[in-house]
């Protein structure tokens, strides 16, 4: 994979119950991802950050009828816009690039990769994402951003968050280990692949990620990959909103995102990193390290 990179945040915390995600793209760029990515002998180009308002500008109760997602409508704006820079990045022929800001905008990153293209995704995350306004207990929209791309709920009724289509067979989530009792239930009746933390303790990382890239990649025109960070254990990624015990390790993640560089990756985004919950930017150095792997970075 030689194609330049082209960069876009997307500093948007409107679909989280914390505040600091906003700044996870801040953090990121500051961790050094322009050095790293130079290292790599690749063009790179920063789009710089999308303009998000700010919650207190926003209106958290404008929910769908029969359900609660907070600030929706804000958020189905930022993610349309991603949605085209994403898509036009791709046709410039670059790489695109995503820095989150939660796990939300990852609409509009598939949206935008699939526009025009058969995308498979491969989820790295410790959650499903797999509620709906009516089954999320918290009405937070980082919860809900697969079934959102898949049309589930009363998402089947919001156009811009399956704008492109996607292909549940060609979904699969890697590293669940925090799922609601109905996100469990939706997801085992889907037809989208689950690979929980106990499937690569029984088979290690590198044979469940090149799995998940299997079923991404039948059939379509690339892979997207999503990246939140805490798919990392907490003592790897203290920085997170919503940490949770016992995810991969260092070397796990590593070697994942170095499988991940071997296939027909074609749009990657890094998520949900918190420099207020960090501890000396850690995380969002991190998260430069990895995706400097999932780009093509080896030891040797």
Known sequence: MSRPVTVIGAPM?????RRGVDMGPSAIRYAGLAETLGSLSRPCTDAGD???VHPEQGDPDASPEGGRAKYLAEVEEVCVRLADEVAAALEAGAF???LGGDHSIAIGSVNGSARDADVGV????AHGDFNTPATSPSGNVHGMPVA????????ADAGWAHAAPLDPANVALVGVRSLDDAEREALTESDATVFTMTDIDERGVIDVTHEALDIAGRGTDGVHVSLDLDWLDPDEAPGVGTPVRGGVTYREAHAAMEVVAQRDLRSLEV???NPILDHHNRTAELAVELAASALGKRIL
């Open 13 to 17: 915390d409107l679909g989280a119950d």
């Open 50 to 52: 999308l303009p998000v």
């Open 96 to 98: 695109p690039l995503v």
């Open 122 to 125: 491969v989820w790295f995350d």
């Open 148 to 155: 959102a791309l898949l049309g589930e709920g009363s998402f």
């Open 271 to 273: 998520v949900e990193v």
